[in-house]
Every structure is written in structure tokens, then in C-alpha cells.
């Protein structure tokens, strides 16, 4: 085990989040219904759900596989200070949160995936695995996705009933923007270069 951990190295922050998601929603449904965005309590006050809403899930399928995606970030090993990526998640969680009240279509919305497209574009942009061309490729992928998802060639294709609740792929974009947005002021203030780590 240790092996495996010598020859790949891994950030500990993706691992400590993808844990506390899946303790989460070992908590459910109890603790899913005092955390999530919920659009009335949200108007009475209740604004600590326009953050809690992203660390909580609909069940055990969306929990993992949000788990799993953080699990990728790990293997990405994104540089950077742990409170800077905490900074982005809480920051963007909230700016999604946001777009929801604006939005007013959803009642209730829970899960990490809208972060998490952000998070893969600044992960890929602070890699320190990934080669220069699989960084581009990486944020080439998320952006394609997310034009994809607000295209009317998009379909669910099952996964709604899979995580128990239909896909907000507007949280998707909001993230992948934050994410896209922090790129973008990095490469202005580095003259169009990507970090580089040897």
C-alpha cells in the first residue's frame, strides 16, 4: 500500500472532502433535510444551506459518485494551499446557490457536481501530474461537456433515476465558469502560461 502511495502521489484535500461526503450521507435523510437548498427556508433566513447544500446528496449513488470524482482530483495533484481550494469550493458553492434563488425553477437541490466541474478546470490548470497537453485536454473536456448539457442534444440517459433525482446541469455551468474565470485571470497574470512543476 505504501508502494502504491510512493509511486502516486496524491492530495490529501480531494480524499478529506470525498470522506466527508460519504459520512454525510451516511446521515441521511435526517441531516440531508437540515442542509440542503431548500428555497423557502432559504427566503426565512436560512442561509447557511446555500453552502451546506453542495456537501450533502440525494443517496448513496450520488454521494460516491462525487466522491469518486474527488477521488480524480487527487490523482490530478492539483498544487496550491488546502484553504485556497476549500476558499474555491465554499466561494463557488455559494455563487451556484445563488444562481438557483435567481434562477427560481428549482425548489430543493443538493450535491457537489456543479463545484466539481470548477474544481477539474483549476485542477488542471495547478496539476502536477498531468502533462502540459493533458491539462488543455482536461479543460477542453469541461467546457465541451458543459456545452453540451445546455445543448437540446442533451438526455439525462437514466441517470436521474440512478442518483434518485434529476440532473441540474445549471449548477454544472455556474461551476465550470468559476472554475474557467479563475483559469482566466491566472493566464492574464502569467502571460498565457500554464504553472509549470518538474
Not at 42 to 65: D, I, K, M, P, Y
Not at 90 to 113: E, K, N, P
Request: aromatic share 16%; hydrophobic share 55%; glycine share 10%.
Amino acid at each position: 500500500m505504501f508502494a502504491f502511495f510512493q509511486r502516486h502521489r496524491i492530495s490529501i484535500w480531494p480524499l478529506s472532502l470525498a470522506l466527508l461526503i460519504i459520512g454525510l450521507v451516511a446521515l441521511n435523510p435526517w441531516l440531508k433535510t437540515w442542509l440542503r437548498y431548500d428555497e423557502g427556508a432559504v427566503a426565512q433566513g436560512e442561509l447557511w444551506r446555500l453552502l451546506s447544500a453542495h456537501f450533502v446528496h440525494l443517496g448513496w449513488v450520488h454521494g460516491l459518485l462525487n466522491a469518486a470524482g474527488l477521488l480524480l482530483l487527487a490523482l490530478i495533484q492539483p498544487a496550491g494551499k488546502v484553504w485556497l481550494w476549500l476558499a474555491f469550493y465554499c466561494v463557488s458553492s455559494v455563487l451556484i446557490s445563488v444562481y438557483i434563488v435567481i434562477d427560481s425553477q428549482t425548489y430543493y437541490y443538493v450535491g457537489a457536481s456543479g463545484v466539481l466541474h470548477g474544481l477539474f478546470v483549476v485542477a488542471a490548470y495547478f496539476s502536477q501530474s498531468l502533462d502540459l497537453w493533458r491539462r488543455y485536454a482536461l479543460i477542453a473536456l469541461v467546457v465541451a461537456k458543459l456545452f453540451w448539457e445546455q445543448s437540446r442534444y442533451y438526455q439525462d440517459n437514466g441517470l436521474g433515476d440512478a442518483i434518485g433525482g434529476f440532473v441540474y446541469v445549471d449548477a454544472h455551468l455556474i461551476g465550470g465558469l468559476c472554475g474557467l474565470a479563475v483559469v482566466l485571470v491566472l493566464l492574464l497574470k502569467n502571460q498565457l502560461k500554464f504553472p509549470h512543476y518538474g
